[in-house]
T-cell receptor
Framework: DAKTTQPNSMESNEEEPVHLPCNHS???????IHWYRQLPSQGPEYVIH???SNVNNRMASLAIAEDRKSSTLILHRATLRDAAVYYC???????????????FGKGTLLTVNP | NAGVTQTPKFRILKIGQSMTLQCTQD?????MYWYRQDPGMGLKLIYY???????DKGEVPNGYNVSRSTTEDFPLRLELAAPSQTSVYFC??????????????FGDGTRLSIL
């Protein structure tokens, strides 16, 4: 599986935008980029995913570099409730495989200051 | 909207005891998963199931067993508890259709300590 690299931790202030980076220099053409987050004492929750184009949903935006070797999760206005560990995960859709498992790294711990 | 429900939320076991962690989902999802998360680490896959009657090993299956007799339930069994199994256990499910990008839905975890 292609690997991802994320900073261990980041800080932000409430109501300011947050840009969470992820490097994936060995990404293949069939890898989708997924983001999950894990709030304190909870299970992970899906945030967003994309392949090549930038993506937006109600939770966040995903900006993908043109060469796809990096991506950035954007929280437009951080709130205290956004304090969590954010995981960047690559999902290979090629070659089938019925498990569709997720491979989690350590992620980025986001602290939001009031 | 219960989603994925795990019981118990907390448990302390003695070395050598056995227990079953329960997981049930009400979304009619075919795929179900068990992960464990050690302090400061990401989640590691223990077992998964693609449907009733079908299970397979993940990255760290040793010391665990699973069964999947119904679509809704996916219990995880620890037969001889060891201190190395102290962890937080998460169950997840996902729909079986719609492609690989369908998200997994997680429960809130079972915090297990083995002393």
């Amino acid at each position: 599986d292609a690997k991802t690299t994320q900073p261990n931790s980041m800080e932000s202030n409430e109501e300011e935008p947050v840009h969470l980076p992820c490097n994936h220099s060995t990404i293949s053409g069939t890898d989708y980029i997924h983001w999950y987050r894990q709030l304190p004492s909870q299970g992970p929750e899906y945030v967003i995913h994309g392949l090549t184009s930038n993506v937006n949903n109600r939770m966040a935006s995903l900006a993908i570099a043109e060469d796809r070797k990096s991506s950035t999760l954007i929280l437009h206005r951080a709130t205290l409730r956004d304090a969590a560990v954010y995981y960047c995960i690559l999902r290979d859709v090629a070659g089938g495989g019925s498990n569709y498992k997720l491979t989690f790294g350590k992620g980025t711990l986001l602290t939001v200051n009031p | 909207n219960a989603g994925v429900t795990q019981t118990p939320k907390f448990r302390i076991l003695k070395i050598g005891q056995s227990m079953t962690l329960q997981c049930t989902q009400d979304m009619n999802h075919n795929y179900m998963y068990w992960y464990r998360q050690d302090p400061g680490m990401g989640l590691k896959l223990i077992y998964y199931s693609v449907g009733a009657g079908i299970t397979d090993k993940g990255e760290v299956p040793n010391g665990y067993n699973v069964s999947r007799s119904t679509t809704e339930d996916f219990p995880l069994r620890l037969e001889l508890a060891a201190p190395s199994q102290t962890s937080v256990y998460f169950c997840a499910s996902r729909i079986g259709t719609g492609g690989v990008n369908q998200p997994q839905h997680f429960g809130d975890g079972t915090r297990l300590s083995i002393l």
